[in-house]
């Protein structure tokens, strides 16, 4: 079931939705990586050099800093800022949404409206390499 | 001795003649007594009016004809020098009874004779009084006016026909910081300047009294600001009346209510209901996830438990259709919703709608027959909003018709407007309540009974939508036969609407 190619880093700051969200991305095969604050995300990062995430799951109100700073620090590395990046938030205004985009980010998805299973889905659409199930 | 004789002593004069028809036939009272106020001369005009005969006045004493006190004001008479003239006011108690008011002026003559030459003002004194009566009324009614003008909440100008002020009351003073007589005999559009949402000075012919005065019209606006004598914008909601009388506008009135506490008010309520809608989708995305992620590993469950998270997942569900279709009507009574119309081919949203439901319809075995103008032109709408108004109707017709029901979309054109009709031969809706049928929160009683999940916010939306893209929306239905709605968009398109949230996010 594993893929060790495929590696989904998650940030979001309520540990429960973290929790379904890493248990449902195991299920699917993929390796996650779970950060509860983008400091702690961003520390991975640091530390990761080659191994990158291939998709970054993005809650946009986290306790330390929203989305968009979030991608600015991204935007910062070179090899960061190859990462596709899909916010997944409670709240889109217009405003926000392009902003994001702007920076980067693939896609933006409102929290309750999805079921995971449906995220799942476009996460692999951003993925190279759809790990075989 | 007394005027007769005066007349008599030079006989056959054509001009004594003359004076003595004069004297009988004007319409003054003359009299004449001695210095004892015995009536040795009156002409028929006073014998009419006090109704004696002549004979019967001749030789008796002024006095006692007189009413009541008043004989005294005779008294001062007697101090009189010759050839003094005062002015007194008699009454007379006529035969009738009835008391006649004479205003005289009388004339000590030769030291030996009074004459009055008065007139009959006892019809005067009548309207006078009921003048100062109704001068009295008039004040009290002006009084208790500006009483009820300076203690009701709201300010009131009031203008003559060019525009100036010529009435303030206090609210208005109190709310707009100028004296009233700063303001009174100016032109109200020139000393308070208006300004609307966007800081722009509203052009004088667009102010709601330079209209109402125009049009003759009332014009009620409430998203203008008048500046205040220290440079605040306060926001009023403005009644400008003008006054129409005989067909003439003769002015006009200002009436207007400053509205920064309710405009606050409204805006803390929506920004609550949006930050706790918000909240609420972090719990709701939880419950949805961790259901999901139960059900994906169901073979471990038993049929119950099976059908127990399904439960607990389509209750979720409700609540987050709930909260969004909450978040929808507060940015919709907000006014913060933006309309952003671009030109959309109806036929391709309407099939991606349907593409959308189609799990649904295919669920309850519905057969969807859609048929759409040939030629459609493409209308310059908002889609996500028109979107919205065809997903809530289109879900209610799914949802409120029995397995295999049929349901089906029209859209034709219209010498202006786009018609999309969208039909179904479901439950229906109650004739009594067919009135309430796009109130907010309600739902039909039938459709209760048989389906508890829904928010009763469907139809409010979609109404709320489509008439703020410029178009009508009304039904027609027969109970346990099936419901028409139908909606209108204008061939001209919505007029754009800047804002600051979309629908659905």
Request: one cysteine or more.
């Amino acid at each position: 079931m594993s893929n060790l190619n495929n590696l989904i880093m998650v940030v979001e700051d309520e540990s429960l939705l973290l929790e379904a969200i890493g248990k449902k991305l195991q299920r699917e095969g993929y390796d996650v990586l779970l950060c509860t604050s983008a400091g702690q995300a961003v520390d991975y990062l640091k530390n990761m050099k080659e191994n990158l995430p291939d998709v970054i799951w993005l809650d946009y109100y986290l306790t330390d800093m929203n989305g968009l700073e979030f991608m600015d620090l991204l935007g910062k590395n070179e090899n960061w800022k190859r990462i596709p990046v899909i916010v997944v938030s409670n709240s889109a205004s217009e405003q926000k949404v392009a902003a994001l985009m702007k920076k980067g980010v693939k896609k933006h998805i409102l929290k309750a409206d999805y079921r995971l299973d449906e995220i799942v889905k476009i996460i692999e659409s951003y993925l190279k390499k759809v790990p075989v199930r | 001795m007394g005027i007769r004789r005066l007349i008599e002593s030079k006989k056959n004069s054509v001009n004594q003649k003359m004076l003595h028809y004069y004297l009988n036939n004007c319409s003054d009272v003359v009299f004449s007594t001695g210095v004892d106020f015995v009536i040795n001369y009156c002409n028929d005009t006073f014998c009419a009016l006090t109704g004696f005969e002549r004979s019967e006045l001749i030789g008796s004493k002024l006095t006692s004809i007189l009413d009541g006190q008043n004989g005294e004001r005779l008294l001062f008479l007697n101090n009189a020098n010759g050839s003094e003239t005062f002015r007194i006011e008699i009454s007379i108690g006529s035969k009738t009874g009835s008391i006649k008011k004479i205003e005289c002026k009388t004339s000590f003559f030769q030291n030996k004779l009074f004459i009055f030459i008065g007139r009959d003002i006892t019809a005067q004194e009548g309207i006078i009084k009921e003048k100062d009566d109704k001068i009295k009324t008039g004040e009290e009614e002006k009084a208790r006016s500006q009483e009820i003008l300076n203690s009701i909440g709201d300010g009131v100008i009031s203008l003559n026909d060019k525009g100036e002020v010529i009435y303030v009351n206090k609210q208005a003073i109190d709310i707009l910081g100028f004296h009233s007589e700063e303001l009174i005999g100016k032109l109200l559009w020139k000393k308070i300047i208006m300004t609307d949402d966007k800081g722009q000075e509203v052009q004088i012919e667009n102010r709601p009294i330079r209209m109402a005065l125009f049009t003759r019209k009332r014009i009620y606006e409430s998203s203008y600001y008048y500046k205040s004598k220290d440079g605040r914008f306060i926001p009023v909601s403005i009644t400008a009346t003008p006054l129409v009388m005989h067909d003439m506008v003769v002015g006009g009135v200002d009436v207007f209510r400053d509205i920064t506490k309710e405009r606050e008010v409204d805006r803390m309520k929506t920004e609550f209901i949006s930050l706790a809608s918000h909240q609420l989708r972090t719990p709701l995305s939880a419950t949805k996830w961790f259901a999901e992620l139960i059900l994906d590993d169901s073979k471990n469950l038993n049929i119950e438990q099976l059908g127990l998270i399904k439960n607990i997942y389509t209750s979720n569900q409700r609540m987050i259709d709930l909260v969004n279709a909450l978040l929808n009507i507060s940015r919709i009574e907000s006014g913060r919703i933006i309309n952003d119309p671009k030109p959309t081919d109806l036929r391709k949203l309407v099939e991606e709608v349907v593409l959308e439901l189609t799990p649904k319809i295919k669920s309850k075995k519905h057969n969807v027959i859609l048929s759409i103008h040939g030629d459609l032109p493409l209308i310059n709408i908002d889609p996500r909003l028109i979107r919205n108004a065809y997903m809530n109707l289109l879900t209610n017709s799914i949802k409120y018709t029995k397995e295999g029901g049929e349901i089906s979309i029209i859209i034709s054109k219209r010498e202006n407007e786009l018609v999309s009709q969208v039909s179904d031969n479901g439950l229906g809706i109650p004739d009594n309540q067919r009135q309430r049928i796009f109130e907010k929160f309600f739902r039909s009683s039938n459709v209760i009974k048989v389906e508890t999940d829904g928010t009763g916010l469907g139809l409010y939306l979609a109404k709320a939508i489509i008439e703020s893209s410029g178009g009508k929306i009304w039904f027609d239905s027969v109970e346990y036969k099936g419901t028409t709605f139908w909606f209108t968009l204008p061939l001209s398109g919505s007029v754009a609407k800047e804002g600051e949230v979309t629908i659905d996010s």
